[in-house]
């Protein structure tokens, strides 16, 4: 399935893999960039790696980071859950 998919998506989902549970201000803080919304909203449309779950915006997705990224991705991680100004973009 992923051989199908454009680097761009693969490169977005190697580094929100990290989590379980995603939110667009997540998957910013993440990837460095600002398209989280748009893509989660692009993946959850085509029904590719993501799955709705009950808290509004949160989404699963597959988990496939690369490993020599997976450390920073996760202090990435934890540093957004620890910053409260990220509490205005909502949590997954």
């Known amino acids: 399935m992923l051989a199908h998919q454009s680097p761009d998506l693969i490169a977005f989902l190697e580094r929100i ?4 549970l995603v939110n667009a201000s997540l998957a910013d803080a993440l ?3 600002d398209d989280g919304e748009a893509m989660l909203a692009e993946l959850s449309a085509s029904h590719l ?4 779950v009950g808290r509004p915006g949160a989404e699963t ?6 490993q020599r990224q997976r450390r920073d ?12 100004r990220d509490a205005a973009g909502g949590r997954p």
């Open 17 to 20: 893999g990290v989590v379980d």
């Open 61 to 66: 997705i597959c988990d496939r980071p690369v």
């Open 49 to 52: 790696f993501v799955e709705a």
């Open 31 to 33: 990837t460095g960039s």
């Open 73 to 84: 991705l996760q202090r990435r991680a934890a540093k957004w859950f620890r910053d409260p």
